[in-house]
């Protein structure tokens, strides 16, 4: 936690210190999770510092506000604010390294109730170390006891913070396991994502991830992937998946922003593929060039 206290916090209008970055106990975004984010890196290249596919970003924000029907935000900031207000939180707090920043929207009106329109927000901004959720050299994952929410109860398209309970849920049951984090199976059995990253495996050469059906986030990085993918000439395939695919693997792999590309060498006590993840290293190190390379193929991304 001191690492986040060093860096100063943008907040409705103002940078204010990480300890006055605060909402009252009485919002609703403290009362009912009523609140709206996305993470992104902002990573050293030879040119200085880039965020990652930043206006993807903040379309998340406006998407995910949309479906939950947080109506003020859409209407008070557009994409030029929100990069101008991002580079000034840089430049404030002197960043010479890669950092991953999370931006909310937050529902701060204080009301008795719960409903979503009409009601005031805040924007909130803060660095972070970019560390990573899951071990990058290799994880073990669980078969998560609790369900995926299916998108008819809390949209999974939109990144809601009181939706969370139910990954913590997910990845606490597998810590105490024994594991690094879960897989989530959706209502109908089909293999949707991890606790906080997207899925994909790897059979007979074919790059393979959980469809949107599945009530799975429609991660920027799982959208990176699939494009890096077909750029190294990868077939791909978007499908249901069942969780007996991952036992049969060649290769599993996690992605996210906060999971980068994590290689997974073991699901429910059962080893995958060979140990050997050839087609992962690949996608590893092009999705690096795209996050760090400014003569990268991926310029537009940063």
Known sequence: MSEFKKYKVFIGDKFVDFADANLSVASSAVLYGLSVYTVFPVNKTEKGLAAFRLKDHFKRLQESSHIIGIDKFNDQWTYEEFTKKVKELIELNNVEEDVFIRASVHVDEILPGTRSRNLSTVLSMFIYPNTSIVPRDGCRLKTSLWRRVPDTSIPARAKVNGAYVNSVLAKQDAIDSGYDDCIFLDHNGHVSESSAANVFIVRNSTLITPDKSSDLLEGINRKTVLEIARNLGIKVEKRLVDLTELYVADEVFLCGTSAYISPVFEVDSRKVGTGEHRITTKIQ??????????????????
Do not use: G, Q, R
Not at 289 to 301: I, N, R, W
């Open 285 to 302: 190190e092009a999705y690096l060039e795209a996050t760090h390379s400014s003569d990268s193929k991926f310029l537009e991304y940063l």
